[in-house]
């Protein structure tokens, strides 16, 4: 069956510039991740969103950080008036549920370079 | 906080046998898994461990030891494919956060 899927999966971006990134999960996956991954370095959690409930935000870097949800369905990250810094691997990822043991299936990505 | 640390990079030769090395110290543990991330490509899983002890599956085996905060992955019968990352990630807090290390990129030579 389909896997995650994200787009684009490359942007390039002026500074200061807002950039939309989107993720389709997996069908059925109620629990939804955003990381980021800059060159040459681990993945930093961003925001999680399972089911209804509240998103946990504790990873958002910035308040120039946001994302959104609808149902269990598409996600959309947004990052408002881009930095360099932002410059970075942006993977999306979704789960059966959120309980230990559920494996996290991981979209292509989205590269966002700012210049 | 959350510290999880791996070796950098390894290198290794085709058909042998390597073992990456993971050990953390995180607030809360609810099981440590292991993913492998070739070049631009995204993370595909490899195992799970929740209890101590050994996980087998091919020739990838992962052990876990909750006491020590440590965790290893054992790679067999190398294959010029296996080059790539591996991530070392434990689930911490609520369950629903996977906090990686920077990964191991592991070169596999003739």
């Known amino acids: 069956g389909a896997g995650v899927s994200q787009s684009p999966s490359n942007k390039v971006t002026e500074k200061g510039k807002d950039v939309e990134l989107r993720c389709d999960p997996i069908?059925?996956?109620?629990?939804l991740y955003w990381y980021r991954q800059r060159l040459g370095q681990g993945l930093e959690f961003l925001i999680y969103?399972?089911?209804?409930?509240?998103?946990?935000k504790s990873g958002l870097p910035s308040d120039r950080f946001s994302a959104e949800r609808t149902g269990e369905s598409v996600s959309t990250l947004t990052i408002q008036r881009t930095q360099q810094e932002d410059s970075a691997v942006y993977l999306c990822?979704?789960?059966?549920?959120?309980?230990?043991?559920?494996?996290?299936?991981f979209g292509p990505g989205t590269r966002l370079t700012v210049t | 906080g959350q510290n999880i640390d791996q070796p950098t990079e390894m290198t290794a030769t085709e058909g042998a046998i390597v073992q990456i090395n993971c050990t953390y110290q995180?607030?809360?543990?609810?099981?440590l898994f292991w993913y492998q991330q070739h070049a631009g490509e995204a993370p595909t899983f490899l195992s799970y461990?929740?209890?101590?002890g050994l996980e087998e599956k091919g020739r990838f085996s992962s052990f876990l030891s909750r006491s020590k905060g440590y965790s290893y992955l054992l790679l067999k019968e190398l294959q010029m494919k296996d080059s790539a990352s591996y991530l070392c990630?434990?689930?911490?807090?609520?369950?629903?956060?996977?906090?990686f290390g920077t990964g191991t990129q592991l070169k596999v030579e003739l």
């Open positions: 990822a979704s789960s059966q549920g959120a309980a230990e043991g559920y494996e996290q299936y």
């Open positions: 069908s059925g996956h109620t629990a």
């Open positions: 969103f399972q089911g209804n409930s509240a998103p946990d």
């Open positions: 995180t607030s809360g543990f609810n099981g």
């Open positions: 461990n929740v209890l101590d």
């Open positions: 990630a434990v689930f911490t807090g609520g369950g629903n956060k996977l906090t």
